[in-house]
């Protein structure tokens, strides 16, 4: 009895390693950007935009799985297992805003808002 409950945490704690997720952060400064058109900016600026969207969105559902485990785990320990405690959407969410910014940064330096590009 007591091996296979052994066996069922340590299962279980391996499961558990699983669950954490790697950020992946965009990089800010990327080479070529000096190279880029006013429109590429424009477009890369937009699909920041929606990366942050879709981190913000993914992060309130990690939250909200989280806590569904959390008060799921208060009663059997097992759920506390498949809790994902990582940074990783906020993290990546940040990166896509600095790089958001950046862009920003190279728009008005290549002043695209006056050449109507």
Do not use: W
């Not at 499961?15 to 900016?41: E, F, Y």
Request: hydrophobic residues 40%; contains cysteine.
């Amino acid at each position: 009895m007591i091996k296979q409950f052994a066996l069922a945490v340590t299962a279980l704690s391996l499961l558990s390693a699983c669950v954490h997720t790697t950020p992946m952060p965009v990089q800010a400064s990327q080479p070529g950007d000096a190279n880029m058109s006013c429109q590429s900016i424009v477009s890369e600026m937009e699909e920041m935009t929606n990366l942050v969207k879709s981190k913000d969105s993914e992060l309130n559902g990690q939250i909200a799985k989280n806590s569904a485990l959390g008060v799921t785990g208060a009663f059997l320990l097992v759920p506390l297992f498949f809790m994902d405690t990582s940074d990783a959407k906020t993290v990546e969410g940040q990166a896509a805003k600095n790089r958001f910014k950046k862009l920003q940064q190279l728009y008005s330096d290549k002043n695209c808002a006056s050449d109507g590009k």
